[in-house]
DNA sequence: AATGAATGAGGATTCATTCAT
DNA sequence: CATGAATGAATCCTCATTCAT
């Protein structure tokens, strides 16, 4: 029963917050929607800001589980990091509020976001760079400084979560990924040079 | 005497704005600093909403008519690009409501945001691929399809923008620019294969 | 006009707050009886803290002026206490907030309230003890500490303040206090020893 | 072991009470430090007010027993006044609440409050009146109405009570109650007057 | 053109209290 | 008896916006 209640709530939560942002959504209305009182989300939470870091972390925690888990099931570094990359894109879809976080004004949020979002983009890096030790090992791939080459990768692949909503359709997003992986790969010159 | 104070109100509010968001920012605060009255910007502007347009718009024209032309100042493809690039993000730092636009709730932004934003966004795709087909006439770039790569290039550097103020030293972005640069010119891949 | 509503918001939180306290009393129920809206109240005083505050020292004010008045009109230093004592009495009948303010909770109360409580205190110690000054230089008093005996006196005289409004009629008060002057002008030892 | 956790919420009632006041402290608070739930507490005292009046109760009951035992122990009517001036302020430090009974906003307080406070009012002036009476019948004091002064009196101590705690330290409290007891006893005037 | 004044609508919290188990 | 869970009602304060002068 009160278990029910509470995912109803947290249910509720993160659609509301993924439509409106912390802001704008207001604990009324959630209340109403989950079919509880306002002071029960207090007795649960303590306090909006709580509600939604529940709620953040809830969908990173979900993001990574199922990233790891798709990696596992293909071998090749290549195919690794293509797996990465639209596993991400694809779980981005359902956890809108780690996606609008980005979105969200740095000061209307609980100072405990940042360490969600940070923890979730550290332990992206991290998957990103054995990713890259394996295909170095594997003589695949070249570089000259991993953990930078995979921060630089995860930053760039911000810019596409960011779009994801708002602007563009999934389909073509999926083309601009396709054509980002193949220049990471390859790179856009004729002859190569030295990065 | 009118241009005075309108040029006042647009300063504070590109300040404040920059700093707490459109959400947070009040007109209140914005006109005391401005030493006008609050019901003046209601003359000069309408709403709190067009202040903020007519803040970002300067920006945006401001930020394109600094990147063309220090791009003039190069002549080959590569370093078109390098100096796309770093004028784009030292520009940046001072557009500032450029910058945490992307931040900002979609629906906490007045609609016409979006269309300031993507045309800066589009202006941008438009000088990539002008770069773009420059080197490929050159011989110096080799790419299946210039819109398609620019605008995912335009995507993958919108990750940086993000971060650009809050989470990194401009010194360590730098770096992972450049690392960027590097991968986009040449791939990570030791093998050239088709991209 | 703005001083109309002015007055008129202060005259009915000073009759709120006077009957129900700070805590008790809610801006909205002063803005409905002064004909005003909420924000008003705000516009005019920032806080709810910031009316009471101002209603205090309006009385404090009030009624030191009106002792101050009184005291200059009788000669004798028994005159002088006598008036000091009824005035202050029949004056307070009116200073329902500087009354109560003995009678609310430290906490719930702004910390600048002691400053206006103390301040009204400190003031009638004074006019106590220049009464006494007059008093022993004419030979009709003694006493050994004259500032000491003074706040004595002060303290002894708040006793009936917490109990003017709620507990007893004003004439039996006022019976009590005659009595009380008695006792201190004569005491109530049949031989006098040293005090 | 009901008896165990009653005390237990009475003794945790009256610090928090004390401290706070009855508007400020929640019953919450107290149901946590007292270790039972707050659900408990509704069981044992049916409201809050209830167990607030209980609490007053029972230090008006104990300072009450202190001060008639303490007179017990003197003989002389000036020692008895003087006892029971220093035994009531001795205990008033312990009996918070009842201090603070006059500290509090009348309409915060639930009507029986004052039943609790004029009792014990009324049977201080009970024990002022008959040390007055055998002062009288000894021929030490002189007086010509011994009921009218006793309240006076009693009225008089009251406003030491209010500073008590709050604004003086214990020492210079007890330098005024001095002067005070000094002045009652001899007067400030140099020749007897008639009282 | 410039502004002082006034306001309506909205939202996060807190807490005493009830009730089923 | 004891309690966990649920709630309704209350209240302070903020701010964009309007309007008369």
């Given amino acids: 029963m009160k278990q029910e209640k509470l995912e109803s709530i947290l249910d ?4 509301m917050f993924g439509r409106y942002g912390i802001q704008k959504t207001n604990l009324g209305e959630i209340a109403s929607l989950a079919r509880v009182a306002k002071a029960t989300i207090y007795n649960y939470f303590g306090s909006k800001d709580q509600v939604y870091l529940e709620v953040l972390q809830r969908e990173a925690d979900d993001i990574l589980k199922k990233i790891e888990a798709a990696i596992e099931r293909v071998r090749s570094p290549i195919e690794k ?7 991400k894109f694809r779980c981005m879809k359902e956890a809108v509020n780690i996606i609008n976080l980005g979105r969200e004004r740095t000061d209307s949020v609980p100072p405990k976001t940042d360490r969600i979002r940070n923890d979730l983009f550290e332990r992206e890096v991290g998957i990103i760079s054995s990713i890259f030790e394996l295909g170095v090992k594997e003589g695949i791939f070249r570089t000259t400084d991993i953990l930078l080459t995979a921060r630089a990768i995860a930053y760039a692949l911000r810019g596409f979560e960011l779009t994801w909503l708002v602007e563009e359709s999934s389909e073509r997003i999926e083309h601009y990924l396709d054509k980002l992986i ?3 790969f390859n790179g856009i010159l004729v002859e190569k040079v030295e990065g």
Avoid: N, P, Y
């Avoid at 509720?12 to 659609?15: E, G, P, S, Y």
């Avoid at 990091?81 to 596993?87: A, D, E, G, I, Q």
């Fill in 12 to 15: 509720t939560a993160r659609k």
């Fill in 81 to 87: 990091l293509r797996t990465f990359v639209s596993t």
């Fill in 182 to 184: 193949a220049v990471l």
